[in-house]
């Protein structure tokens, strides 16, 4: 009998997880307790251990802890090349989390100013970048962060789209599914003081092509729903729009009428049941409009 499965917010002890950017290694900390192991975690951090412990003191009992628990904890990794990480280049994960990044604070910048919101756009750029080839089949980046003013202006999803990612979900964060965890500065100004959170979220991006197949396989579910609720009989009579083109092998498995200008041209039964029903689908198809769901559908 295999292990417990454990969940804690998005996050299952089955899921491999890597984690960017930590703090003070509050989060990690907490998923691991959650899972009551963290040997399919490694969670990672910019700084040194020696400029860890000194921006977050607060760390060492976390580290200490996620060690223990079997997590891989890894210092001086960068989310520019981490793709390039000689202990990561070749992973792939499930789920890769970046909780409020932030490109660091300069004294006489405000949040508002340009030029910080010009870096802040850079480090995500280049995380996106670098986090999209280390998922594995199915993988998702988690980034939370704040989506009022003036973080809203970062524009997520425009980055994540420049790495061939699109947005499945956005979901409240809600601190307090994750005891334990204290959102840090960071930056090297009162990097250990927290910061307010106010509206956050946690967007969910996964790759392009993956999303597109499975945006097709929930077209064709719902398709199939749709025909078995017309009760048809054996003998099927359907129409197919003009500007669907299916191949020649695929398009033998049914019979097929031609919709355009003349009248609707059916097969044997010529009654006007079958001329709605030969109706409907026309419809169907043409709402969702997606050549790959009727290929799976003729499949």
Same mark, same amino acid.
């Given at each position: 009998?295999?292990?417990?499965?454990?969940?804690?917010?998005?996050?299952?002890?089955?899921?491999?997880?890597?984690?960017?950017? $930590?703090?003070?290694?509050?989060?990690?900390?907490? %998923?691991?307790?959650? +899972? !009551? #192991? /963290?040997?399919? =975690?490694?969670?990672?951090?910019?700084?040194?251990?020696?400029?860890?412990?000194?921006?977050?003191?607060?760390?060492?009992?976390?580290?200490?802890?996620?060690?223990?628990?079997?997590?891989?904890?890894?210092?001086?990794?960068?989310?520019?090349?981490?793709?390039?990480?000689?202990?990561?280049?070749?992973?792939?994960?499930?789920?890769?989390?970046?909780?409020?990044?932030?490109?660091?604070?300069?004294?006489?910048?405000?949040?508002?100013?340009? $030029?910080?919101?010009?870096?802040?756009?850079?480090? %995500?750029?280049?995380? +996106? !970048? #670098? /986090?999209?080839? =280390?998922?594995?089949?199915?993988?998702?980046?988690?980034?939370?962060?704040?989506?009022?003013?003036?973080?809203?202006?970062?524009?997520?999803?425009?980055?994540?789209?420049?790495?061939?990612?699109?947005?499945?979900?956005?979901?409240?964060?809600?601190?307090?599914?994750?005891?334990?965890?204290?959102?840090?500065?960071?930056?090297?100004?009162?990097?250990?003081?927290?910061?307010?959170?106010?509206?956050?979220?946690?967007?969910?991006?996964?790759?392009?092509?993956?999303?597109?197949?499975?945006?097709?396989?929930?077209?064709?579910?719902?398709?199939?729903?749709?025909?078995?609720?017309?009760?048809?009989?054996?003998?099927?009579?359907?129409?197919?729009?003009?500007?669907?083109?299916?191949?020649?092998?695929?398009?033998?498995?049914?019979?097929?009428?031609?919709?355009?200008?003349?009248?609707?041209?059916?097969?044997?039964?010529?009654?006007?049941?079958?001329?709605?029903?030969?109706?409907?689908?026309?419809?169907?198809?043409?709402?969702?409009?997606?050549?790959?769901?009727?290929?799976?559908?003729?499949?």
């Amino acid at each position: 009998m295999g292990e417990k499965q454990r969940w804690i917010g998005h996050y299952s002890s089955s899921h491999k997880i890597l984690l960017v950017g $930590e703090g003070d290694f509050s989060f990690s900390a907490c %998923l691991a307790r959650a +899972f !009551r #192991s /963290a040997t399919k =975690m490694v969670a990672t951090t910019i700084e040194s251990e020696d400029t860890l412990l000194k921006e977050h003191w607060s760390s060492e009992a976390h580290v200490d802890e996620l060690q223990r628990r079997g997590c891989l904890v890894l210092h001086e990794v960068d989310v520019y090349d981490m793709d390039q990480h000689p202990t990561l280049m070749f992973v792939k994960f499930d789920i890769i989390v970046f909780n409020f990044p932030h490109a660091g604070h300069d004294y006489w910048l405000c949040e508002r100013n340009n $030029e910080l919101i010009r870096r802040h756009r850079g480090l %995500l750029e280049a995380f +996106f !970048r #670098s /986090a999209s080839g =280390m998922l594995g089949e199915g993988g998702e980046i988690h980034v939370s962060h704040r989506d009022d003013y003036p973080y809203d202006k970062w524009k997520l999803k425009e980055l994540a789209k420049k790495a061939g990612l699109v947005l499945k979900e956005k979901v409240w964060f809600e601190k307090s599914d994750y005891p334990g965890y204290h959102q840090k500065r960071g930056g090297g100004i009162e990097s250990n003081k927290t910061f307010p959170l106010k509206e956050c979220y946690t967007f969910k991006f996964s790759l392009k092509h993956e999303t597109s197949v499975l945006d097709s396989e929930e077209a064709t579910s719902k398709l199939q729903r749709k025909l078995e609720e017309l009760h048809l009989p054996q003998h099927k009579t359907l129409i197919r729009p003009n500007h669907i083109h299916v191949p020649e092998s695929e398009g033998t498995k049914f019979t097929f009428g031609s919709f355009g200008a003349a009248d609707f041209v059916s097969g044997p039964e010529t009654d006007k049941s079958s001329h709605i029903v030969s109706f409907l689908f026309y419809q169907i198809f043409a709402y969702w409009h997606t050549v790959t769901a009727y290929i799976y559908f003729l499949h």
